[in-house]
């Protein structure tokens, strides 16, 4: 299983990812650019986190986060945000669930136990 993973704010981005890897011993692979609105949230940016099991196909997907789009090339555009939304842009892949994610509150054991809980 891999992690593909994009957070707007890139140093705690990376000391997440190394908790994740860390912790439950699963591949990290950075992907900037999946939010495309961090430039307009100021220090608040979503964490966008992506567990794929097969990559790089989308099968078998969770995801945890507020918003990501162009998760693999030449595939349409994927929005998704927070639980709940009846926007109807905001389609989401079969088979996903969510996590609410505040990155500024909560600390790296809860996100990884968040995580592990997902992947069991």
Do not use: M
């Given at each position: 299983m891999s992690i593909l993973m994009s957070c707007g704010d890139t140093a705690f981005?990376?000391?997440?990812?190394?908790?994740?890897?860390?912790?439950?011993?699963l591949d990290v692979c950075y992907c900037p650019g999946l939010t495309p609105n961090?430039?307009?949230?100021?220090?608040?940016?979503?964490?966008?986190?992506?567990?794929?099991?097969?990559?790089?196909?989308?099968?078998?997907?969770?995801?945890?986060?507020?918003?990501?789009?162009?998760?693999?090339?030449?595939?349409?555009?994927?929005?998704?945000?927070?639980?709940?939304?009846?926007?109807?842009?905001?389609?989401?892949?079969?088979?996903?669930?969510?996590?609410?994610?505040?990155?500024?509150?909560?600390?790296?054991?809860?996100?990884?136990?968040?995580?592990?809980?997902?992947?069991?």
């Open positions: 981005g990376a000391l997440l990812g190394d908790a994740i890897r860390d912790n439950l011993g961090e430039k307009h949230l100021g220090k608040y940016v979503p964490i966008c986190i992506v567990l794929v099991t097969n990559f790089p196909t989308d099968e078998d997907v969770v995801t945890i986060g507020c918003k990501w789009e162009k998760l693999f090339p030449n595939t349409p555009i994927i929005w998704c945000d927070l639980v709940g939304s009846t926007d109807p842009r905001h389609s989401c892949l079969r088979n996903t669930s969510w996590l609410r994610v505040d990155p500024w509150c909560r600390p790296f054991s809860t996100l990884v136990e968040g995580i592990r809980q997902r992947i069991r």
